[in-house]
């Protein structure tokens, strides 16, 4: 049809490029068939026929030939005109494109997320037309093509598009996508929120089945307010729609092929999280809040019927584990870590579960890893993920080689207040999630009291898990019912707040409301459901009031036997060793070692014969090897593990053309498991977390992490001090990680010299762990062994080793080839060449790692002097203490007059204050002082300075060596 004079715009205009191209699409569907297009298309083709062939613009553009008649006046006005019509559509589509952008952008600004309306008032102009020049009208009089991308035959012109985009983006759910990075996954959220979420709806069973879960929630804590009045339980009230939200959460992962699902999360509704979502009993968590036989054992928060011999930990701090099914197909087992008062840091402990359990490891080389056979999923205080840098650590781990799991869900638990601080006094940024940001973690904020937007948040953040393998966040804004804890006025601090507070009708209620005006169920009907669920809660509670004044459940540590332990045998027969270090020394012809290394590798071929020795470096890969070959599978992990700090490993080589990499141990031909070796991160919290984590959940693998230096474990001191010494004593969970801690003075300074292993020896109680310094490569081959063999045991504990650093590469502690091959690990070693008259030692110097060598150095540089007055006990391990053997030693030698205990570090560190009672208790009769040997009290470990550091050591050994008492007594107390 031929455009009428009335008409005063061409309607093609509008139309060039890519959208040209899909106008000329749409006219062949209408072609072929009318009713194949939309009602807008099939008037558009039917008043102004068929389009253009040619992008009108680029003709506009070519100049008219030169034998053209010219144009009349007439003509040229109507050419002007619609040259300028065309312009000012141009203009208003780029202004509208920009519109759109900011929509999707800043949509969340003007979002209706903030349930309690406490929230100072965003500036949201820029989502308004006005603010690019344009007007509603305007956006009518565009095509919907070009203002909103793709094909939109339903919405009639661009205003009515904006409408819809701004009603996407502004409503009870808000969404930041903009720091994606990547264009097909921001496309993809975008459609999403745009044509997806808006069709997203529960069927009528759905919303019955989310009141009643929303009322459970409800009762349950209203239940344990009024029964346990003033006990804290930190309640989850205000946010109440986490659970149904972890449901739903838990119930796509199971779909989507996740059987194992690992959850962690502060105190803050984690009895609701227990009862609901994990099904622990009504009746087993009133137990923990009603008193005991024993309550004066019991802390004012209340435990799990803790006794003597065990500690327990408070009801708000314990784990669970529960398997669920959903039909004939998905199932699942949940895993509740657990966690202790310092928020944030079960995070890479839940991490490492996931990890764990998508790992393989069975078959030699890197774990095969799954990401689809298990889940991690986060939950965090609003205060706590900004302000813990354990946070931002763990969320590095989500492209990370070693660490990645295929994505968590973060769930935000934003009550909007830490404590007693708002959120003005607790971070600099604009939104509790904003720290997620430079990950590129796609961010949706949800109103807490629409708990259908809550569970339409999970299922995208599932299906985004699904498709791109990556980190997810929900921000749930809700807020606190009550204080802190349940003791707690919080109107003394937020008064204003609270006044809301009081006012506002709970997410129940709002929601049963909103269920009884849409007809689906009747008042009466809801509250038969709530008078249903207090029943429930009461007799539970009766439950356990019949079993009052019953004896608590009680559980006393496990302390290790210890000839169990050293029965153990260790040794591998000398033919098998030389066969597994033939295998680590054979690589691809193609494969050029670097030339350096190839010689030192090289050097490793004979020695296992008679007349050579083992380094340190040796020994650790000879008792990989031979670990693997028995079958058990190894990860470690350390920020330089793969070299180490000080060059001995070489677990991973490089080409030195191609850069390619090639690990002898994952071509071992007597392997029967997995080895991982991963260069860390530069953190040490997170990742020691990690690595527990991960052992705690795959007890068959031997689990190592190696400290760049020892005195770095001070940014782990939180993992080490909750969960690694402690996790036994409190929770019942089993480790057998190994933690590599370099330690020795060496003139390195403050900061490379101590591991702080007074520290270790301070946590040591209830046989929680083994620590160790050792002198000699064998004793390091034989504990490895020793620890690899107890992974599953109920004899398993961490182990926390002295590593060496320049005793590394010390001839004085390789090893002959018979003591890998014989025997097993010695918790005492006596010093070789002393001791031989023993009725006349009057001195027995008691030492451990570094300074033993020391001593034996200085020893032999004096090897013309008569040493039959004294002898050198190495205490290889200070913990558990190995009494029965010093006591054996010391019985042989009747005249000992007295016992030193030497050592590098100051007096205040070390092993002095922990040995010197012990040493005390086992001294024979005829001893009369201990003392001690080394450094005075100090509050920095080591001097800065070489030749100060040189002056203090050859004093310590000067004194240690010298027979005159009076000198002792110079440096000793």
């Known amino acids: ?59 506009a553009a070519q100049p008219a030939p030169s034998s053209v008649q010219a144009s009349t006046p007439e003509r040229s006005s109507a050419a002007g005109r619609d040259a300028a019509v065309s312009g000012q559509l141009l203009q208003k589509a780029v202004a509208a494109g920009k519109l759109v952008w900011n929509i999707r952008t800043y949509g969340h600004l003007a979002a209706d997320i903030d349930p309690l309306e406490i929230s100072a008032e965003a500036d949201v102009q820029l989502l308004e037309p006005e603010y690019y020049g344009i007007t509603p009208a305007d956006l009518a009089a565009l095509p919907t093509e070009l203002v909103w991308d793709g094909p939109h035959p339903e ?186 008062s310092h928020l944030e840091f079960v995070n890479p402990v839940v991490e490492g579960f996931t990890r764990a359990a998508q790992d393989d490891r069975t078959q030699p080389g890197y774990p095969v890893q799954d990401v689809a056979k298990a889940a991690a999923v986060l939950m965090h205080g609003d205060a706590a993920f900004p302000g813990e840098g354990i946070v931002a650590e763990t969320l590095n781990f989500n492209k990370l080689n070693g660490y990645r799991n295929g994505g968590t869900v973060h769930i935000i638990v934003n009550n909007r207040l830490g404590f007693t601080t708002e959120s003005h006094d607790s971070r600099s940024t ?78 129940s209620t709002l929601y049963a409301q909103k269920l009884v005006r849409e007809g689906l169920m009747t008042a009466e009907q809801a509250e038969k459901i709530k008078l249903d669920i207090q029943t429930r809660l009461r007799e539970a509670y009766d439950e356990v009031k019949q079993r009052d004044g019953q004896e608590p459940v009680t559980q006393k540590p496990e302390l290790a036997e210890p000839g169990e332990i050293k029965a153990l045998r260790t040794g591998v027969p000398l033919e098998r060793l030389r066969e597994i270090n033939a295998g680590l020394l054979s690589w691809p012809e193609s494969f050029n070692v670097y030339p350096k290394l190839k010689k030192i590798l090289e050097r490793r071929a004979t020695s296992l014969n008679d007349g050579e020795k083992v380094d340190w470096g040796h020994a650790e890969t000879l008792a990989f090897a031979s670990i693997l070959a028995d079958g058990k599978p190894i990860r470690i992990s350390g920020q330089d593990v793969e070299r180490a700090t000080f060059a001995h490993r070489n677990l991973v080589l490089h080409d030195v053309k191609n850069g390619s990499v090639y690990s002898p141990l994952h071509q071992l031909p007597q392997a029967k498991a997995s080895f991982a070796i991963y260069n860390s991160p530069l953190s040490e919290a997170s990742v020691l977390g990690f690595e527990y984590g991960y052992n705690v959940y795959a007890p068959d693998t031997l689990v190592i992490w190696e400290a760049q230096y020892g005195d770095f474990t001070n940014a782990a001191q939180v993992t080490i001090d909750q969960f690694i010494s402690a996790g036994r004593s409190k929770w019942s969970q089993k480790s057998s990680l190994i933690m590599l801690l370099p330690h020795g003075y060496e003139g390195q300074g403050p900061e490379h010299s101590s591991a702080r292993l007074e ?39 961490p182990l926390v080793l002295m590593a060496p650093k320049s005793l590394i590469r010390n001839p004085r502690v390789a090893s002959d080839s018979i003591e890998f091959s014989e025997g097993s690990f010695r918790p005492v070693l006596e010093q070789r060449n002393l001791g031989g008259r023993p009725e006349q030692v009057e001195r027995i110097i008691l030492c451990t790692g570094k300074i033993a060598v020391d001593l034996e150095e200085a020893l032999d540089k004096e090897a013309d002097k008569s040493w039959d007055w004294l002898h050198i006990i190495r205490t290889e391990q200070l913990y558990p203490f190995p009494e029965e053997e010093i006591r054996r030693i010391l019985a042989r030698f009747p005249k000992v007059r007295e016992l030193l205990w030497v050592q590098e570090e100051p007096r205040n560190m070390g092993a002095w204050s922990y040995m010197e009672p012990r040493i005390r208790a086992i001294a024979p009769e005829g001893v009369r002082a201990v003392r001690y040997v080394g450094r005075p009290e100090r509050s920095s470990p080591a001097s800065g300075y070489q030749n100060v550091h ?24």
């Open 430 to 507: 604009h939104y509790a999630s904003d720290l997620a940001k430079g990950y590129e973690i796609p961010i949706v904020h949800v109103n807490a009291d629409d708990p259908e937007a809550c569970l339409a948040a999970a299922r995208l953040a599932i299906e985004y898990r699904h498709l791109f393998k990556k980190d997810f966040l929900i921000d749930l804004i809700g807020y606190r019912r009550y204080g802190h804890n349940e003791s707690d006025d919080p109107e003394t601090t937020q008064p204003l707040i609270y006044t809301k507070v009081r006012n506002h009708p709970t997410v």
């Open 1 to 59: 049809m031929a455009p009428t004079n009335q008409q005063a715009w061409d309607p093609w205009a509008a139309y060039y490029g890519p959208n040209l191209g899909y106008i000329q699409e749409q006219y062949e569907r209408y072609l072929a068939d009318p009713q194949s297009v939309g009602a807008d298309y099939r008037d558009l083709f039917e008043r102004w026929g068929e389009p253009p062939a040619s992008d009108p613009q680029e003709t």
């Open 759 to 797: 520290r270790f020896l301070q946590l040591s109680g209830e046989d929680n762990w083994m620590v160790a310094n050792l002198t000699s490569a064998s004793q390091y081959f034989h504990l490895l062994r020793r620890q690899a063999s107890l992974t599953e045991s109920e004899r398993a504990r």
């Open 950 to 973: 040189s002056y203090e050591q050859q004093r310590i050994l000067s004194v240690a060596l010298s027979p005159s008492s009076e000198v002792i007594t110079t440096t000793g107390r």
């Open 155 to 340: 919405v009639g012109d661009g205003w009515a598009a904006i409408q819809l985009l701004r009603k996407a983006y502004t409503g009870t759910i808000a969404f930041e996508f903009s720091h994606v990075h990547d264009e097909k996954e921001r496309k993809w959220l975008n459609e999403q929120v745009e044509f997806k979420l808006p069709q997203f709806a529960l069927d009528e069973q759905e919303r019955k089945a989310l009141l009643t879960r929303l009322l459970e929630v409800e009762q349950f804590e209203d239940f344990l307010h009024r029964t346990f009045v003033g006990q804290k339980r930190f309640s989850v009230e205000g946010t109440d729609a986490l659970v149904p939200l972890v449901d739903e959460i838990v119930r796509e992962l199971a779909y989507d092929g996740s059987t194992d699902i690992l959850m962690g999360m502060a105190h803050r509704g984690r009895l609701n999280v227990l009862a609901h979502v994990l099904g622990k009993p009504y009746s087993k968590i009133f137990s923990e809040f009603h008193h005991s036989a024993n309550r004066n054992l019991i802390p004012s928060e209340g435990s799990m019927g803790i006794n003597y011999g065990w500690t327990g930990d408070v009801k708000y701090h314990l784990g669970a584990n529960r398997s669920v099914r959903w039909g004939e197909t998905a199932r699942a087992r949940l895993t509740l870590a657990n966690n202790p």
